[in-house]
């Protein structure tokens, strides 16, 4: 697929002891909202471990188009806010590049000022469905403009007064809750989301870290009701990001695959919305220690050690998705190194993510050797310990769609099986993991750019 970059093609091959001490980038949805929420707000925003991946600079030059003062000094990113309410209509569309998050938040954000304000993206995230955010904004008056019928471009007009509105999220998804708190910000009045299944709670925990008055209550049930007040102040903040935990599971799952290897992450983020993955491969047998656990600005944290291990299939609930939902492609590899059968259930929101990771999983997967079965939603693997025959021999690559995680979990593959694995196109990991090949190859993993691909 092209998106009018050269693909950058990669091939990793088998590989030895990883091993060493390294720090991942920073968490991408605490980065996402820390320029949002810093940008937003009145005064003074610090911040730091802020991943520089192209997501989230793009949100920072948005909230820069819409008033914001950004600039980094050392290792710091300075924010001067606009102050709650008092955003700038942005001159030119806003372009998010490959980010849903970006795009999807913002949209809720600057979606119900009473300007126009016209969003963009890739040729990922212009396939990727709106509607689960432009349905609640229109219901909070905001008039929506696509000629793509609720996917890229979109343009917003929010009404003079926004209506706030209580709104049960249909799906699990942390992007959808946000955008309708976002646009709450700036709405008079509580809007309230009725979230049925808990996903990941930045925008809660942060939120209240800078101010606003929004509370969560939680039934018996745990379905959790979150209230904001509208227009209220919101105060700048200092941020130290922690390693994202979604980064943070491809060395971690090389480590366990390649014999021999032993690493430490250190400063991974811990919350419990984001730690299904470590859940699972712990009940396969991975050989993870979590160490030092700690609390760090609102966040838990712990540094991992993690050795070579010999993992079993294990069957991963529905329920645990919306913990581990970007993770899924790399467990799908661990699951191919597995005595036995892992099953996946639960997951219809991979369907839309930046590819269709469900078919782009099970295609690489078949590309390169795993017995393995795609349904609607739900994705089994019948794992081969050791990887005699995984690998494709003529070099052919697996199709990444411009998905940063298909490209990413495909050169750890690689790294165990007995054969090279190829992918189409590693530029797109910079969107989230810039540092991913030289961070892999630093632990010894053998991944090089592979010119015999480039077309
Ligand atoms: C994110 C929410 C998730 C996740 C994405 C980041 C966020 O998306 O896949 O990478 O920061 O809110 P959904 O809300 O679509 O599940």
Redesign the pocket.
């Known amino acids: 697929m092209s998106h009018g970059i050269a693909l950058k093609p990669a091939k990793s091959r088998k590989s030895t002891n990883l091993s060493g001490t390294v720090r991942i980038p920073g968490d991408?949805?605490i980065s996402?909202r820390s320029f949002m929420f810093g940008g937003l707000a009145s005064g003074e925003t610090r911040i730091t471990g802020l991943l520089e991946g192209e997501d989230v600079i793009n949100t920072g030059k948005a909230m820069q188009a819409m008033g914001a003062r950004i600039e980094k000094v050392g290792a710091e990113w300075i924010i001067q806010g606009t102050g709650n309410g008092a955003l700038l209509a942005p001159e030119a569309p806003l372009d998010f590049g490959n980010a849903?998050?970006g795009c999807r938040?913002t949209m809720g954000l600057v979606g119900v000022y009473d300007f126009d304000s016209t969003f963009i993206g890739d040729g990922s995230l212009s396939k990727r469905p709106m509607g689960r955010v432009l349905d609640p904004l229109r219901e909070m008056g905001v008039q929506v403009t696509s000629t793509a019928g609720d996917r890229l471009p979109v343009t917003l007009r929010g009404p003079r007064t926004p209506n706030p509105i209580t709104y049960r999220v249909p799906m699990?998804?942390?992007?959808?809750k946000?955008a309708v708190l976002l646009a709450g910000l700036n709405t008079p009045g509580i809007t309230t989301v009725i979230e049925p299944v808990m996903?990941?709670d930045?925008?809660e925990k942060m939120l209240q870290g800078f101010g606003a008055n929004l509370t969560v209550e939680t039934d018996g049930d745990g379905v959790r009701t979150i209230r904001l007040e509208g227009r209220g102040r919101l105060v700048g903040q200092v941020i130290d990001v922690p390693g994202d935990p979604?980064s943070t599971a491809f060395p971690l799952v090389a480590a366990l695959l390649v014999p021999g290897s032993d690493l430490v992450i250190e400063n991974v983020l811990m919350n419990p919305t984001r730690t299904g993955l470590i859940l699972t491969l712990q009940e396969m047998g991975a050989d993870i220690d979590v160490m030092n656990a700690r609390s760090a600005g609102g966040e838990d944290v712990a540094d991992l050690r993690v050795r070579g291990s010999e993992l079993k299939g294990v069957t991963v609930p529905a329920d645990r998705a919306?913990s581990m939902?970007?993770e899924y492609p790399v467990l799908a590899i661990a699951a191919a190194f597995a005595e036995g059968t892992t099953t996946m259930l639960g997951l219809e929101?991979l369907r839309?993510?930046e590819s269709d990771r469900l078919s782009a999983t099970a295609a690489g997967l078949k590309l390169n050797g795993v017995d393995c079965d795609e349904g609607k939603e739900t994705l089994v693997v019948r794992g081969r310990p050791g990887g005699k025959g995984y690998g494709n021999a003529a070099g052919k690559a697996v199709v990444t769609h411009l998905d940063h995680r298909i490209a990413m979990s495909f050169l750890v593959m690689g790294l165990a099986s007995e054969h090279p694995v190829s992918v189409d196109d590693a530029g797109i990991i910079a969107t989230s993991f810039p540092e991913f090949m030289d961070l892999m190859t630093g632990l010894g993993a053998r991944i090089e750019s592979d010119e015999s691909q480039a077309a």
């Open positions: 991408k949805s996402h849903g998050t938040l699990a998804s942390a992007q959808v946000s996903t990941r930045h925008t979604s919306p939902i970007d929101e839309v993510k």
